[in-house]
């Protein structure tokens, strides 16, 4: 009998999977409700203006023969690699087109890229974490044992509290690998350039390699806050960076992305040789990814146009004045609350002695409101719930007014 990868028996459902099915079973008991989401980070805003027309021009043309697109390449179309180089440029990056692999999203990137490191790498993760760090991991065999709390005996857990003001601290022992989000999911905090820049020079004195998760980046209000790990001197040579078009121009459902890892990147072959990742990932994605959609890419790169980013920027504006609702709210009914600036997530500590998921029936069953409970995302998330500004205005002011009601 064909033998199962033990590894996947490890996992438990995965976060916003069980959520989905706690909520559907409230909607079935209570039909007439009208729940409002603030749990999974998914967008509501609809495409802007000139992703649209992208979209609509890219379809037209695949609709002639001179115009159509079978398989593209890869790793992405030239124009949307270079669109994206020059979005670096304007951070004052220099990031060639050929270092930007363009994928179906971060999500993807991120939970694949591990395959590219040695079975026995050892990970760090921030606690907490978006999970798929963790998941990946495990299903690659590199978590070690399930403990009780849920964490992985062979993971370095770096814990993010109120205390250190969710910044982590190094790893006590080097790692081969270290996940970075920042700003962060869930917390919503963000690292200033000079924190930063002690993690690019942890890395480059631990000989470690950061994978620094920058989906949330176009959220950056703080000058102080840098968009990109690249904008940090010496991050080219420890840094592989993932972005996202998901939060940033509406593609959570049109999936799009893209993954840099600059020529200069290594890691030790068998014989300690170093290896450049970059041909590596590009090997990888050959054999097992045929590339983004072309319409998709087209739309992406309007994404990156002057009236696209302005567009962008307004749409955008709309999920901070939601956050910054979601922020007074939550303080003037005395929880404490963080992240919100930088960021979409607010992450709300519950009242006192209440867990992240008794906090989340109460709101549900209360408020119908879903949130987030903050222990799913990892052990340090207990005592809090993120939430998320990605509604509609309409549903975030109305749920602003059943939070007060609690
Ligand atoms: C989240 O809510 O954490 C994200 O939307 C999940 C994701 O991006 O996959």
Redesign the pocket.
């Known amino acids: 009998m064909s033998r199962v990868n033990p590894n996947y028996l490890q996992l438990k459902s995965y976060l ?1 999977t069980g959520i989905a099915q706690k909520v559907a079973a409230h909607r079935n008991a209570h039909p007439d409700q009208k729940i409002i989401s603030l749990g ?3 967008v509501t805003h609809p495409f802007i203006p000139a992703v649209v027309s992208a979209l609509h021009k890219a379809v037209d043309e695949n609709a002639s023969l001179a115009g159509f697109h079978g398989y593209g390449p890869s790793c992405g179309y030239p124009f949307l690699r270079e669109a994206i180089a020059q979005e670096y440029a304007r951070l004052g990056v220099t990031v060639s087109s050929d270092e930007i692999f363009v994928s179906d999203g971060a ?1 993807s990137d991120v939970g694949n890229i591990q395959e590219l490191f040695s079975p026995d790498a050892v990970i760090a993760v921030t606690n907490p974490t ?1 999970t798929v760090y963790i998941d990946s991991n495990v299903m690659a065999g590199r978590a070690g044992e399930a403990l009780p709390d849920g964490r992985f005996s062979s993971i370095v857990y770096l814990p993010c509290t109120r205390e250190n003001g969710f910044v982590p601290d190094f790893p006590e022992r080097a790692t081969d690998l270290v996940y970075l989000c920042y700003p962060n ?2 917390t919503g905090t963000a690292l200033t350039r000079e924190q930063l820049a002690g993690w690019v020079d942890w890395a480059i004195r631990n000989r470690s390699i950061i994978l620094f998760d920058a989906a949330y980046e176009a959220f950056i209000t703080d000058k102080d806050v840098p968009h990109s790990i690249y904008e940090i001197e010496g991050a080219r040579e420890v840094a592989i960076e993932f972005r996202s078009y ?1 939060k940033t121009a509406g593609f959570t459902g049109l999936r799009c992305g893209c993954t840099v890892i600059p020529k200069e990147l290594t890691a030790a072959g068998p014989d300690g040789a170093p290896v450049p990742l970059n041909p590596l990932w590009n090997r990888r994605q050959c054999t097992k990814y045929n590339g983004c959609p072309y319409i998709v890419q087209r739309a992406a790169e309007a994404s990156h146009s002057p009236e696209g980013r302005r567009q962008i920027a307004e749409a955008l504006s709309l999920y901070h004045g939601n956050a910054a609702g979601i922020l007074a709210a939550a303080r003037e009914i005395g929880l404490d609350a963080f992240g919100g600036i930088n960021s979409p997530y607010v992450w709300l500590s519950t009242p006192p002695k209440m867990s992240s998921w008794a906090f989340f029936e109460l709101l549900l069953e209360k408020c119908a409101l879903i949130c ?1 409970p903050g222990v799913g995302f990892g052990s340090c998330g207990e005592g809090f719930v993120r939430i ?1 500004a990605f509604g509609t205005r309409e549903n975030n002011l109305e749920a602003i007014s059943r939070l007060k009601q609690i």
Request: charged share 20%; no cysteine.
């Open positions: 916003f999974i980070g998914d999500k978006y999911n869930p998901s987030t998320s």
